[in-house]
Structures are given as C-alpha cells and as structure tokens.
C-alpha cells in the first residue's frame, strides 16, 4: 500500500464519518499533512494560523508559508495576530510558552464555535507522544502521565497520532505540498527539544527496535489508564459527596489501596499538587478532625470527624438569585430574551444556551454561581455526566479561567455552563410554547 495511503488509513480510524474541522496550521510538516490528510479524506475544515511575532521574519514566513497551502488546498484560513508582551502584562508570571498556549487555545475555541465546527484538529504524531512519556517519565508520573496524549478528548483531535514523522514527510512529498521548520526546534535548550535531537537517537543506536517497544508501551499504557479511569470515577461515586467532600473513614476502612486511590481523587484537573507524603499523612490521620492539608497549587482539605472536605476558593462562594420575571440582575452576565417557539432558529453557538420558560418555572430557586469540586454536568445530547473539571481539561483552562466561568443551576442541577455548554435539562421540545434565550457576555466574569 503506497506510504500516502497508509497516512490516509491511519487519520480516518481517528476522525469520524462527517466530522468538520479547525485545523491548527503552523506551516510545519506536522500541521500541513494534518490539513491536506482531513482535505483528502473530504473533511469540511478552516484552518488557523497564530503568529506570536516572537522570531521576527521568520513567524511572517511561517505566516505567509500557511496562508499558501490553505489556499494551495482550497481551505479558508484564519490569522491570529498575537500579542504576547500584552497577555503577559495582564497576567503576571506567565511564562512566554503558557501565554502562547493561553492565547491559542482561547482563539481556537472562539473560532470553532463561530463557524459552527465539530471539532479542533492539532498535528501531534506518535514521536510527539514518544516524547510526551519521557517528559512525564522524567518529572515523576504514573499511569496517566506516561501514557501521554489522547488522540480525542473532548472537541480536541488529534489525528495523526498514530503516524510516524517518516509517513508523514512521504504523504507530504506524494502531496508535493512544502513545510517550513521552526528554527527553535533545533535549539537543544528545551527539554523536549533534546529528546528529540539527542536522547531518543542514542538511545535507538544502542537499541534499534526501541521504538516499536515504546509504542507497544504506549498502548498497554493507555488501554491501563482508561481502566484506571473507570474505577476511580466508580470509586468516586462511592465516596465523593456532591459538594467534594471525600469519606476518607470509609474509604480507609473498606479499600486494599486507600492511598493510591485517595491520590487519583485528589490530583483532578482543578487541584494538583497532592505527593505521595501528603496523601500518606491523611490516611495515617483519617480519624482525626481539624487538620488541614495543601496542595501546591494553593487548594486546601480540612479533615472533619471522617470526613476530608474542600476548602473552597472565595470565589467559588460568589451567587447570583435569577428571577424569571426580573432578569436585570443578570444582565451584566447574561443577555436574555423570550422568543416564540416559530422564531426558534438555534445555532451551534455555545455561548447562547435555549430553555423552556414552563420547565424553568417549575424550579424553585435558580441562581448563578461559580463551579465548586465535583460539579458534573448532563451535556445536551449526551448519555450520562461529565465533570467539569474533565470539560475545562478539554479547553485547556487554566485555574484562573476555570474560577471566573459562570454556571446556571436549578434546585442543585446544572442547567448550563455559561458560554461553554448546556445540559439536557428544561431543554426546548416539540411542545415548547415559550423560549427563554441566554446569551453570555463574553469576558463577563463578574457582575459589574
């Protein structure tokens, strides 16, 4: 099978049927095969070019180089003009490479909902991964750490995550389609830069099939992590109350492993920072009250009579009543509207959000408040819960932003996640007879 073909295989058993995309498209030969492979396999996509003017003449080469295959491809494309120097005045102590981050992803999301796109596609291929489980190795990881990245999580996709650098450099030259090479991958300062230059190299010189061994690894390691995952959220269910508070009692008293299990529970997305002396000098003192332990990202426990429970960041306290018949006191937050049900036009837009106005009324206190540890949501079209430490993930939130969003609740459901996602509840049906209309304020992140 002819090596194009081979590419072509790989990408279709990760993408699905249909499925449209924003294509991340720096210009390298990762992200130019990413958008020529989906183009190939009949994908509608709109690609994404962010130029972050850090490498003078060479980010506008890069620039220019995508805005000439998308159209070389017949793709519409999106520039980014970032300022990076301005993120990082409006959030100290970010560093150059997480203000990038903060900047992409933001302006990813953004696009993919304005155009009413499935998903965002990002070019990372099995060597990426490779490196990703030394990184992880190297820091001190387990299971989830070392088996990397995820070909799909949430809206993100990563469609050639099972392709070798080699298939996609011969896709490339069977395409006739050209790439530029960022000049800082070669720099050996980076830590992931050296894997690839120096250690993954010598270590494939003293063992020539170390890299089909590795892959193998990533695998077993994988198919391990989402075992891992589907116990720990049985677990969860078991021991975790809805506020977040942990039955540490039970959970010492009834489990072979309390440790490594407490340790799962407590290193979510939203709060990391819980070593193994941590996790250890709670189990040893589940029985006793008034103890308090933190994270290094500042979150904090509180042992209380069995009962292990989340000190709650300030903001998280932070509630706003929602009268139906008195929407002004949301209005700096939400714009809102009854409409007919013949006027009924929805898009996939995730930051408006349709309810039935009769279902609402049924509920006896709705209000807005922040997200609070262990909220889970029951997505619109969607068979059971996530949680929404697991959606931010997605979004690559930082804790700041996960802090600021905004979520709808009706006597203790989750209705909607301001700007973001709406659940199945008090949604609009053939019987609806009258609409209420939410629309977030983007960057609305306090009442004004």
Not at 30 to 39: G, R
Not at 125 to 148: M, P, Y
Not at 234 to 261: F, M, N, S, W
Not at 403 to 411: F, G, S
Request: hydrophobic share 35%; charged share 25%; glycine share 8%.
């Amino acid at each position: 099978m002819p090596a194009d073909s081979t590419l072509l295989q790989q990408v279709a058993e990760v993408v699905k049927p249909g499925e449209s995309f924003l294509v991340t498209l720096s210009g390298g030969a990762d992200s130019v095969a990413l958008l020529a492979s989906l183009v190939d396999l009949g994908h509608h996509c709109r690609a994404v070019h962010c130029n972050y003017h850090l490498r003078g003449d060479e980010s506008n080469r890069d620039e220019q180089h995508a805005r000439d295959v998308a159209r070389q491809l017949g793709v519409d494309i999106d520039v980014i003009q970032c300022d990076v120097d301005l993120y990082r005045k409006k959030h100290p102590g970010e560093s150059v490479e997480m203000a990038c981050r903060a900047i992409r992803y933001e302006a990813f999301e953004k696009l993919r909902a304005e155009h009413s796109l499935d998903s965002i596609a990002i070019g990372h291929h099995i060597e990426d991964n490779i490196e990703t489980l030394f990184l992880n190795l190297l820091r001190g990881s387990g299971v989830k750490g070392l088996a990397a990245m995820r070909p799909r999580r949430g809206i993100y996709v990563r469609p050639l995550l099972y392709c070798t650098k080699a298939s996609i450099l011969e896709y490339l030259d069977s395409r006739g389609l050209g790439y530029v090479t960022d000049s800082s991958n070669l720099s050996n300062d980076y830590r992931r830069n050296a894997l690839r230059n120096v250690i993954i190299p010598a270590i494939e010189q003293y063992f020539p099939d170390s890299r089909q061994g590795l892959e193998r690894t990533l695998q077993a390691l994988t198919s391990q992590r989402d075992l891992l995952d589907d116990t720990i959220e049985t677990l969860a269910g078991k021991y975790v109350a809805p506020d977040g508070a942990i039955d540490i009692r039970t959970l010492v008293g009834c489990e072979k492993h309390p440790g490594a299990i407490l340790f799962e529970l407590l290193n979510t997305p939203d709060y990391r920072g819980y070593n193994s002396d941590i996790i250890d000098n709670i189990v040893q003192r589940s029985d006793k009250s008034g103890l308090t332990f933190s994270g290094t990202d500042g979150s904090s426990y509180r042992l209380d009579h069995g009962m292990l429970i989340p000190d709650a960041d300030p903001s998280c306290d932070e509630e706003i009543a929602v009268d139906l018949n008195d929407l002004d006191s949301i209005a700096s937050i939400i714009d809102s509207s009854y409409i007919d049900p013949t006027e009924f036009k929805p898009q996939r837009d995730p930051s408006t959000a349709y309810f039935d106005a009769d279902k609402l009324a049924g509920y006896n206190r709705i209000i807005l408040r922040r997200p609070r540890l262990g909220d889970r949501l029951q997505p619109w079209g969607m068979k059971g819960s996530r949680l929404l430490s697991d959606i931010f993930t997605d979004l690559h939130y930082t804790r700041r932003q996960r802090l600021a969003t905004w979520v709808l609740e009706a006597d203790g459901t989750i209705l909607w996640l301001a700007g973001i996602r709406a659940s199945r509840h008090a949604s609009v049906t053939g019987t609806t007879r009258r609409i209420l209309r939410l629309r977030f304020r983007s960057g609305a992140e306090g009442r004004q």
